[in-house]
């Protein structure tokens, strides 16, 4: 009887999983999609490669684009909307840039720009309409870090003597915008990969039981579930040469990295984008597909083969949107 009861409870989970459905509903666009906000079950926006900048304003039937003007080989990697008139673009290397719309996209203001060189910015993250950060890749081993109190309009680096020590060979990927998220009120965590990848939580730096090693290996994605005193923290990853290689691309922690377990199925390949959705159901995309857990990361369901580099939940609402090598898609049921 016990062994029918849990037969059954795997088989649920495995149902509801695979009732959810990845759509494609904008394809051959000649773009890469890296960057993605979703403000509303409605508002959606990407970025991406040659200066693109898309928006909906239905829930994704269709879309507006938008070339900056100056910035057409710019690769927008990260982009956070607040409305269907603000956002904030990030251009990703030398120089890097920040720009700034207020009118829909008609308009960009810069309100960053960084001409040092090896600068290469990674991803943004906003915990309101007023306070974010940025982080960029290691220079003279130092993580890159500069926050935003108006809302994107300006942004300051924290003082040198502050940014966080990273080894030699250790950088972060600008695979998804989302190796840094809000941990706290006050507080990110970001991860690293390359030759060492690491969780940086304040002046803690934490190794992870993730593949690491070499240049294409390690941690892309960071998620966060939970309250003040308890927190699920998923980060995936994997070797984007191997895309279909499930070795060590997830590890799973409930203590702020004090230990990790790893899931009993894992991603089916090489992740660059976790999220959290709801209850204990997460979603990870990446090169060969979509995986959905409904454990907290425990086992992952493979629901798409189809590719995508960022999903990303709405913030107000519950649509579920995903961008990739020129084409977007959508979470149904």
Partial sequence: ?????????????????????????????????????????KVVWVSGSNGTVGKSEDGGDTWNWYTVKGFEKTDFRDIEAFDDKTAVIMGVAEPAYILKTVDGG??????FQNNNKGMFLDAME?????????????????????????????????????????????????????NIVALSLQEPVFVTGGLRS???????????????????????????????????IIVVGGDFKTADSTTKNCVITTDLGASFTTPAVPPHGYRSCVIYLDKDNWLTCGLNGVDYSTDN??????????????????????????AGAGKIGKLVQ
């Fill in 1 to 41: 009887m016990k062994k029918l009861l849990a037969a059954g409870i795997i088989c649920f989970a495995f149902v509801l999983s695979h009732a959810q459905i990845v759509k494609v509903i904008v394809k051959d666009k000649k773009t890469s999609l890296r960057g993605l906000s979703v403000v509303s079950d």
């Fill in 106 to 111: 008609d308009n960009w203001k810069v309100v």
């Fill in 126 to 178: 906003f915990w309101n309409e007023m306070s974010g950060i940025v982080i960029g890749d290691p220079i003279n081993n130092k993580v890159f870090v500069a926050r935003t109190f108006d809302g994107g309009s300006t942004w300051r680096n924290i003082p040198p003597q502050n940014y966080p020590v990273a080894d030699s060979g250790e950088a972060c990927f600008a695979s998804s915008g989302t």
């Fill in 198 to 232: 690491r969780m940086f939580i304040r002046d803690r730096r934490i190794d992870m039981p993730i593949i690491q090693g070499t240049e294409t290996t390690g941690a892309n994605s960071v998620g966060v579930k939970g309250h003040k005193k308890k927190k699920t």
């Fill in 297 to 322: 990361g425990s086992n992952w369901n493979w629901i798409s083969k189809e590719d995508f580099h960022v999903c990303k939940k709405a913030k107000k609402g519950k649509a579920v949107f995903f």
